[in-house]
């Protein structure tokens, strides 16, 4: 082969990633099966001098699932000049029939579906766009065990037979009750004291780590990098400062979606369905998409439930903000308050919510695309 023939040929690398290790298949263009398959240390150093002894015969193209190992690899081989796609595992084309699973078949068949273009590419986000998604993540992560202790606080309590009726858990009123169980005149027995006390502080320190974050998180929120699409998705009812910079971290550039309907696959709000013929039978929503973004669609969604208004909350928001943003806000708060009181007569609130949410995300869509591409016309080029 000669040397300009070896320059312009393809080597297609499927990579199956773990902590320790990498398996390497490599598959030139023109070959029927992968010509070595490879196991290495996940070690960049020693990664990096094998990618240089098969960039000697040609162009290298590499893939590697979306998973815990993050973007490192990738980011590694672009600095090295290659080029290297992460691949979301979800939508792998897979065969029933094959029951057999290890890290040399996955290797290949990435590398074989890869050249195919079977395989779908996700977004990268940058070190400092990732850096702060974390961030928001964190903070879901501590509320959840917010919830956690509650739920002991709760059913500890419950099997003492310390039940508060003066009102609604976790208001007020709740935590000043439960102050006093923790005090020297409380009822408990010393021993209850003790786990109730522990469980309580527990709880206390958990609130007090969110808050911290919570205003760590609106600090970032009026950065340059995200004030334009953290006030625009505030001007939809039920969306404040966290579930904005969840949107706003979690999807970054809206206009990667062709349509909404793109976007409502994404965050799996789409039906299941199985048909064949003339049968057509749909199911529940896939939740095959980014969780995080899906649950604050939905717990705004439940806003939609009470009569159009503009309150005073989101009056403030909306202030100074484009008269189109707010006119197509307002055009969602009364389509979607029609339709979640409609769907709920006849299927119920909880999948009434979720139809919502799912219209609501068109709404969001076309505000959002609208931004992106207006901030990139008014970004200037470098000469």
């Known amino acids: 082969m000669s040397s300009s023939t070896a320059a312009a040929s393809i080597i297609y690398l499927g990579l199956d990633v773990h902590k320790d290790s990498v398996t390497i298949a490599v598959l030139p263009a023109d070959a029927s099966a992968p010509t070595r398959i490879d196991k290495y240390p996940n070690d960049c150093a020693k990664l990096r001098r094998v990618f240089e002894r098969h960039a000697k015969d040609g162009e290298l193209r590499a893939c590697y699932e979306a998973s815990g190992a993050g973007y490192v690899l990738q980011r ?12 979301a595992p979800s939508l ?13 078949y996955d290797a290949g068949q990435l590398a074989r579906l890869y050249r195919a273009g079977e395989l779908t590419v996700i977004r990268i986000p940058s070190e400092a766009e990732e850096r702060v998604r974390d961030v928001v993540r964190c903070r879901e ?5 917010v ?3 509650r739920h002991y606080i709760l059913k500890f309590l419950a099997r003492r037979s310390f039940i508060y009726r003066g009102g609604v858990n976790w208001r007020p009123a ?3 009750w439960l102050r006093q169980l923790t005090g020297t005149t409380s009822p408990l027995a010393a021993e209850d004291r003790l786990v109730f006390g522990e469980y309580f502080a527990l709880l206390e320190y958990k609130l007090s780590r969110r808050d911290v974050l919570d205003h760590h998180i609106a600090d970032l929120a009026l950065t340059p990098a995200y004030a334009p699409a953290v006030a625009t998705l505030q001007c939809f009812r039920g969306l404040q400062v966290h579930s904005a910079m969840v949107l706003a971290t979690e999807l970054v550039d809206w206009r990667r979606f062709a349509s909404p309907r793109q976007l409502m696959a994404y965050l799996g709000f789409v039906p299941r369905e199985h048909s064949s013929g003339p049968r057509e039978r749909r199911g529940s929503i896939t939740k095959a998409g980014n969780s995080h973004c899906r649950h604050v669609l939905v717990q705004a969604a439940w806003a939609y439930r009470l009569h159009p208004k503009i309150g005073p909350a989101l009056a403030v928001r909306q202030r100074g903000q484009s008269p189109t943003v707010t006119l197509h806000a ?5 389509r979607l308050y029609t339709m979640y ?8 609130p909880q999948i009434a919510v979720v ?24 970004t200037p080029v470098a000469a």
């Open 330 to 334: 307002w055009k969602a708060q009364q």
């Open 141 to 145: 992560t501590l509320q959840r065990e």
């Open 147 to 149: 919830v956690k202790s």
């Open 341 to 348: 009181h409609r769907l709920s007569m006849r299927r119920g």
């Open 174 to 176: 709740h935590y000043t």
């Open 76 to 87: 590694a081989m672009h600095g090295w000049g290659y080029h290297c796609d992460v691949i």
């Open 92 to 104: 792998i084309p897979t065969k029933p029939g094959v029951q057999r699973k290890h890290d040399k």
């Open 355 to 378: 139809a919502v949410a799912r219209e609501l995300v068109g709404y969001l869509w076309a505000v959002m695309r609208d931004l992106d591409a207006s901030r990139e016309t008014a």
